[in-house]
């Protein structure tokens, strides 16, 4: 093996003619609108099983782009995705980017509670005066809790649904693709903080073009 | 697929047993040493090919719990990685965290040179008076400096190379291994700032037990 030699600003040109030509071969051929999305988490963790598990409500790219081109907030469930997601891009349209997740009166309320931060964080963040896309990259709680928000009368604007794990991961994803909110879920047990932060991304630079 | 109770505080265990049922499942035994580190990697990715592609120099885990218990510092490619990290329990041995990335002069100096701010990263970060474990989940090309360092008679602390992606990543991990610094990399395509973050807290767990 040798190094490749590859100017800086090239890198990710040819990350993704490489995650081409490997799509190709698989015989993997992505849905247009979604195909930038999906091949980014592809992109953030070099797992192709993406290009599989991937799972869209209809229209779900294009609803995403119109609210954050509107100015749309983006909630987290941890501050890794937080750190992940290009604010500057999100703020040119007037969001901004949150996580409660180490807020001290959410981790009070959660032990009083016997539930999770992550499930407290999303009922804080139901109360956001601004229209919400939530990115949960770690805990299937915050989706589960966002099932019961809705059943209460809330509507979320939109859903990342990308939780990682072994604990009701994969039944937590399948409330969200059952339910009328417009997601992006990534099917099964995979997902991540990194994989969260890499689809608020692609939306992102897909609003910037 | 039904929601199974389980409380906040126990998610994590239940977690691990599934992972351990699965390797079980998978025939693969770990190396008690590194049997946490991984098992970790595989917690935060939902992927057992970590179980298979985990490398460790000798005695890696010992050394890098040593280098923690006396106050090394953990230097990061990515705000991602260093949001992850546990800081609070490496500042009780003395250390702390910190990522050079968004340094307004490192993008200065990275552009000036047409090399990547990974690079001028890892340069700055070799001025460090303290040992430094450099953890790297995105940037081949910082593992590539530290090589280029190495040859120059820097010696790291620790490195843990687990950047994810396509280009020059397999070979940029080779150059670590083949070396004489004690390592924690992970062969292949997959890595990440997850999964650099993820090591990273195993390890600092393990100093707190």
């Given at each position: 093996m040798n190094i490749e030699y590859v100017l800086p600003n090239e890198i990710e040109k040819r990350s993704f003619e490489i995650i081409d030509e490997e799509l190709d071969k698989l015989g993997i051929k992505l849905n247009s609108d979604e195909e930038l999305v999906t091949k980014r988490a592809i992109h953030t963790?070099?797992?192709?099983d993406y290009a599989r598990t991937m799972t869209y409500s209809n229209d779900a790219v294009k609803i995403a782009l119109d609210l954050i081109k509107n100015g749309a907030d983006i909630c987290t469930d941890t501050n890794m995705t937080l750190a992940g997601i290009n604010k500057a891009v999100l703020a040119k349209f007037g969001g901004k980017a949150f996580c409660y997740m180490a807020d001290e009166q959410v981790a009070r309320e959660a032990k009083e509670r016997s539930i999770t931060r992550a499930s407290v964080s999303m009922e804080k963040a139901s109360k956001n005066s601004k229209p919400t896309i939530f990115a949960i990259g770690n805990a299937p709680t915050a989706l589960i809790t966002l099932k019961e928000l809705m059943e209460n009368g809330y509507k979320p604007s939109f859903i990342i649904g990308v939780p990682v794990g072994f604990v009701n991961v994969e039944v937590a994803k399948e409330l969200i693709i059952a339910s009328d909110v417009p997601y992006i879920v990534n099917r099964g047990r995979k997902g991540g903080s990194n994989i969260a932060a890499a689809i608020c991304n692609a939306l992102l630079y897909m609003c910037k073009e």
């Open positions: 963790s070099a797992d192709f």
